[in-house]
């Protein structure tokens, strides 16, 4: 069994990134779920399970976010997951963008690209939030 690697309570930068990004995508799950057939319309993506998906997965997500950062010792694993996996969704962001392989809509491809950009905005706070631990 291995041992979990926690940070002391200095990690208030680091715990405001990551509710930040839990409710970002506690939010954007929760419309992804409740709003998904007018998402679709609205950016193209006609599969229609995309958005009902998309949101079963951003909601827990964002609940899991949100617990870590109201634990009393701030597992640093969490965090680093989650800017690696936001550094996945800005990589799969691109790749949607700049593959064609979806019949997106101007507003489709303006929403994935902000989406993108609100997401990094949190993998570097994030990343800014773990680099003031260690200095």
């Known amino acids: 069994m291995t041992a979990i690697q926690t940070v002391p309570d200095n990690a ?3 715990r405001q990134a990551l509710r930040g990004n839990a409710l970002f995508s506690g939010l954007s799950g929760l419309t992804s779920l409740l709003a998904a057939s007018s998402l679709a319309n609205f950016t193209g993506i006609e599969q229609t399970a995309v958005f009902p998906i998309l ?7 964002g609940l899991l976010l949100f617990w870590a950062t109201r634990q009393p010792v701030l597992d640093v694993k969490v965090a680093k997951t989650a800017v ?3 550094i996945l969704w800005v990589i799969g962001s691109i790749l949607l963008l700049l593959g064609g392989w979806l019949p997106l809509t101007l507003a489709g491809k303006w929403t994935i690209g902000l989406l993108a950009e609100a ?8 990343t800014i939030g773990l680099r003031r631990l260690t200095h």
């Open 119 to 126: 997401v990094a905005t949190f993998a570097i706070l994030q």
């Open 84 to 86: 690696m996996l936001d």
């Open 55 to 61: 949101g079963l997965i951003l909601i827990p997500y």
């Open 12 to 14: 208030h930068f680091l």
